[in-house]
């Protein structure tokens, strides 16, 4: 899911949106869809954001592989059980 910077024409709020594919965004101060897309500066605000996100996927991935390990040992143990 990319992340787009919006300034709002209404009120000039400027903010990050996570967008979904058919998602309109709207303000998160006034609520207002009269959005314009900062394409220019999404370059630069987004590698901070790519970093987080990064982090976070790693910190997930981590979480993941931890899962995977025990279930691996869960079936090595039970593997070993039903071998006797
Ligand atoms: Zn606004």
Known sequence: MPIYEYE?????????????????????SCSGQDLQR???HTAVSTEHTRQNSFNKARARAKLV????????AEYERKHHEEGH
Do not use: I, W
């Open 65 to 72: 592989q931890r899962d995977k390990d025990v279930a691996q």
């Open 38 to 40: 900062l394409l220019s």
């Open 8 to 28: 709002c024409r209404g009120c000039g709020r400027r903010f990050e949106q996570l967008v979904r594919t058919g998602d309109t965004p709207a303000c998160p």
